[in-house]
T-cell receptor, first 113, second 113 residues
């Protein structure tokens, strides 16, 4: 299994809603990432979890709250988002060390109204 | 500071022809890995090719090959016999210790039938 699975694929929410994005991988990777990507732009790193602990937080607003319940799952909780937060949210995983290749999910397309 | 520069925002190539995408990077690290990622319009980012910085031999994967010039910090991607399915955004990236990844701004490649 070399897949990173993200749900939902599409999400529309209002600025007062609370929603969550989910990510799952079964490759035994101990590093998991959340990226935000705007159209035709590179992915921007938001959070990194290493061994289920938050290791990098790229000064992301607190309306985004990550969670890593176990080594296979990664969540991104969303609350009080702004329209400018509309983007493709990509989850990725990688082995720690070695060649470190990132494996990406298909992404969750988020629209904030 | 770690940077990746892709100086060609858009490129096009005729089907069956060869195209080269350029990438330069800057890092003070001695050990790192270089990658080319492809993101088709269907959006999932996939790895095209990987190069270990300590290896002098250029990596190849079927129709894809790289020209890695370590001293010049250059890492270009050559696509031979271009196919319609090669139409995508291409991102150059490198990884240093601590699983820290840096992406270029991307090149949008269109293969013309």
């Amino acid at each position: 299994d070399t897949e990173v699975t993200q749900t939902p694929k599409h999400l529309v929410m209002g600025m007062t809603n609370k929603k969550s994005l989910k990510c799952e991988q079964h490759m035994g990777h101990r590093a998991m990432y959340w990226y935000k990507q705007k159209a035709k732009k590179p992915p921007e790193l938001m959070f990194v979890y290493s061994y289920e602990k938050l290791s990098i937080n790229e000064s992301v607003p607190s309306r985004f709250s990550p969670e890593c319940p176990n080594s296979s799952l990664l969540n991104l909780h969303l609350h009080a988002l702004q329209p400018e937060d509309s983007a493709l949210y990509l989850c990725a995983s990688s082995p720690i060390g070695g060649t470190g290749e990132l494996f990406f999910g298909e992404g969750s397309r988020l629209t904030v109204l | 500071a770690q940077t990746v520069t892709q100086s060609q925002p858009e490129m096009s190539v005729q089907e069956a022809e060869t195209v080269t995408l350029s990438c330069t990077y800057d890092t003070s690290e001695n050990n790192y890995y270089l990658f080319w990622y492809k993101q088709p319009p269907s959006r999932q980012m996939i790895l095209v090719i990987r190069q270990e910085a300590y290896k002098q031999q250029n990596a190849t994967e079927n129709r894809f090959s790289v020209n890695f010039q370590k001293a010049a910090k250059s890492f270009s991607l050559k696509i031979s016999d271009s196919q319609l399915g090669d139409t995508a955004m291409y991102f150059c990236a490198f990884m240093i210790t601590g699983n820290q990844f840096y992406f270029g701004t991307g090149t949008s490649l269109t293969v013309i039938p």
